[in-house]
Antibody
């Protein structure tokens, strides 16, 4: 059973960089066949796909966030990470990591982590 | 503004049938991409409910069913139960966005 767990600071100051890590257990990122994604949910709002990474390092980002987002992978630790730069209060959200494959559903999700942007 | 359009809310009495629509366009649902549905209970992560338009993962009751036609899809819930009260999201992919994942805005289901 694949499990994903987000970790990182719950509070980030405006203009700084939000950094989160997702640790995958029960399956290997480097085995291929899957994309590893970040999705966020603003308080009381819907889901917004941020981007995903393949084990090879290929990345795909939401055009609306592309200029501020970097997703990377560390196959040796079975982790992938999100960096979102120049954050504002509008980036306050619950951030989820999830797994999907090409044109397929997000079948495994982390529990989510709330990140608040505030001074 | 979500790429896929869902009604903000639906409601029904216990035992009744409700449907939730998901409307897209020729670059996503109409382009042949499958539609997937998620159920999100309060304070929890979304859970895959329907995949590939009409398939249920193991453990999902057959009260939940999905369909797709043209540029739209629907989720139907029969025999409504109190535990079905949740937010429901449709999801697909969009060829105009380099195959990026897109979600509906979500529908809040209230069991009266």
């Amino acid at each position: 059973q694949v499990q994903l767990q987000e970790s990182g600071p719950g509070l980030v100051k405006p203009s700084q960089t939000l950094s989160l890590t997702c640790t995958v257990s029960g399956g290997s990122i480097s085995s291929g066949g899957y994309y590893w994604s970040w999705i966020r949910q603003h308080p009381g709002k819907g889901l917004e796909w941020i981007g995903y990474i393949y084990y090879s390092g290929s990345t795909y980002y939401n055009p609306s966030l592309k200029s501020r987002v970097t997703i990377s992978v560390d196959t040796s630790k079975n982790q992938f990470s999100l960096k979102l730069s120049s954050v504002t209060a509008a980036d306050t959200a619950v951030y989820y990591c999830a797994r999907n494959s090409y044109a397929s559903p997000f079948d495994y999700w982390g529990q989510g982590t709330l990140v608040t942007v505030s001074s | 503004q979500s790429v896929l359009t869902q009604p903000p809310s639906v409601s029904g009495a216990p035992g009744q049938r409700v449907t939730i629509s998901c409307t897209g366009s020729s670059s996503n649902i109409g382009a042949g991409y499958d539609v997937h549905w998620y159920q999100q209970l309060p304070g929890t992560a979304p859970k895959l409910l329907i995949y590939g338009n009409s398939n249920r993962p193991s453990g999902v009751p057959d009260r939940f069913s999905g369909s797709k036609s043209g540029t739209s899809a629907s989720l139907a819930i029969t025999g409504l139960q109190a535990e079905d009260e949740a937010d429901y999201y449709c999801q697909s992919y969009d060829s105009s966005l380099s195959g990026d994942a897109v979600f509906g805005g979500g529908t809040q289901l209230t069991v009266l």
